[in-house]
């Protein structure tokens, strides 16, 4: 458990938008140490982390991340992508969803936009804040995010000053290619 060079590009996004989080409601599902749910935290947005279900030492780093940061209000639930739960039942609607490195194994990718699809319908304007490093120039989202009548906006990381090797006095995110991505509705406008 340690932080992946794409949770500091994600955080590098939340930083840059952050007189726009207080008061939203926020999940970062994939969470693991949960730089960028703590820093939605801090910057004022009512925030949920969620690690696998299946996995309780993850779940017990979002706890400790939330403890170290004091930060006792934010909740931390099990989510197991492509399962419905009693805890992804009762997740209030979110108005963005954060994801940092989530497309990691082609075969989790469905069950990963499936889970999100399923908090997009609480919420049609809810957005999908993503980043993810290319690993293979043969995996693609675009025919499942065809699938799911889902768009998918590239955001250039020098639009937020994230194109560099390091940020925030950080040796991250590196050498390595990191792509921000903000997935909605098709049918909604961004």
């Not at 209030?92 to 990718?109: G, H, R």
């Not at 999908?128 to 995010?145: G, H, I, K, M, N």
Request: glycine share 4%; net charge negative; charged share 20%.
């Amino acid at each position: 458990m340690y932080v992946w060079p794409c949770a500091v590009v994600l955080a590098q996004y939340l930083w840059f938008h952050r007189r726009s989080l207080p008061g939203k409601a926020v999940l970062e599902i994939g969470a693991g140490v949960s730089l960028p749910g703590i820093l939605a935290a801090k910057c004022g947005a009512k925030v949920i982390l969620s690690d696998s279900s299946e996995l309780p030492h993850c779940l017990e780093i979002c706890r400790q991340s939330c403890q170290i940061n004091n930060l006792p209000q934010v909740h931390v639930v099990g989510l197991t992508w492509g399962h419905i739960s009693r805890d992804l039942l009762a997740l209030p609607p979110q108005d963005i969803i954060l994801a940092s490195d989530v497309f990691f194994e082609p075969e989790d990718f469905e069950d990963i936009l499936t889970t999100v699809y399923f908090l997009m319908e609480k919420n049609p304007n809810v957005q999908l804040w993503c980043t993810y490093q290319v690993r293979s120039a043969d995996w693609s989202l675009e025919a499942l995010l065809y699938k799911w009548d889902l768009k998918c906006v590239h955001i250039p990381l020098e639009s937020f000053d994230a194109d560099k090797e390091d940020i925030a006095e950080s040796a991250l995110p590196g050498r390595h290619t990191v792509e921000m991505l903000v997935i909605s509705f098709a049918k909604n406008n961004f």
